[in-house]
Every structure is written in C-alpha cells, then in structure tokens.
C-alpha cells in the first residue's frame, strides 16, 4: 500500500513517544521508507538507536550536528517526504507549528515541506 512512499516521521517527548516506534514498524511493513526526526524532548522517552533499526535509516535530531554529506538535512527530509507523520504531536509542538516557530530540527522540516503534513495529537485533554 505504501511501496516506496517516503514518510518523514517527527518524533515529540511525551509518554506517548514510545508508540512511534511500532508506527514506524507498520510504516516500514506496509512497505514505507521510513525517515525519523526527533526532538531532544523525544529522547528522554526512546533512543535514537531504536528508530535507526526499527526504520534502517539514519535518525535527525541535531540541527548542528556535523555534516556527513553535503545535504542541508531539514532540506533534505523536507524535499524527499511524500508525507510527514508527527507521532506523538505534543502541545508544545503544535502551537511552534501553528505559529510557524523553527528552532529544531523537526519544526525548520515543517516549514520547509511541501509534503502533506499530518500530526497526531497526544497530550493530556485539558491542553
């Protein structure tokens, strides 16, 4: 169903963080190639390691991290994404995307995408 699509997955720190990885699993099952972009947030929830095995891709979480290759990298993921998945969606992630605020890797790829852009809201029901 999905051979070949390009997903960008943007991974958020809250609880729910953990469930991003069997996203990823069924992404990559249904035949997705599966690219990972998370917040520092995110990291106190599930390591990079996990998603850069569960996807079989490199993982993007460092806007400064040194260059591997010469590929502005938010550029990058932006350009080649049929789709960007944010899974989990927090709060905080949604009024920075709403309000078109870049400080990370994952909301500078937001604003750069021309992809359809779907979140997955995860948070406590008051917020």
């Known amino acids: 169903m999905l051979d070949g699509k390009k997903i960008v997955l943007g991974v958020t720190g809250g609880i729910a963080a953990y469930k991003a990885v069997e996203v990823a699993s069924r992404l990559r099952k249904a035949g997705a190639e599966v690219h990972v972009i998370m917040t520092r947030a995110a990291k106190e929830f599930v390591t990079e390691l996990t998603f850069r095995e569960i996807s079989g ?57 021309a992809a359809p852009v779907f979140f997955a809201p995860a948070m406590n029901s008051r917020m």
């Open 57 to 113: 891709q490199p993982v993007a979480s460092d806007m400064w991290a040194p260059v591997t290759h010469w590929n502005v990298a938010h550029v990058a993921l932006a350009n080649l994404a049929d789709a960007v998945l944010v899974a989990p969606a927090t709060a905080n992630l949604l009024a920075k995307a709403a309000l078109g605020i870049a400080d990370d890797m994952l909301t500078t790829t937001l604003l750069a995408t």
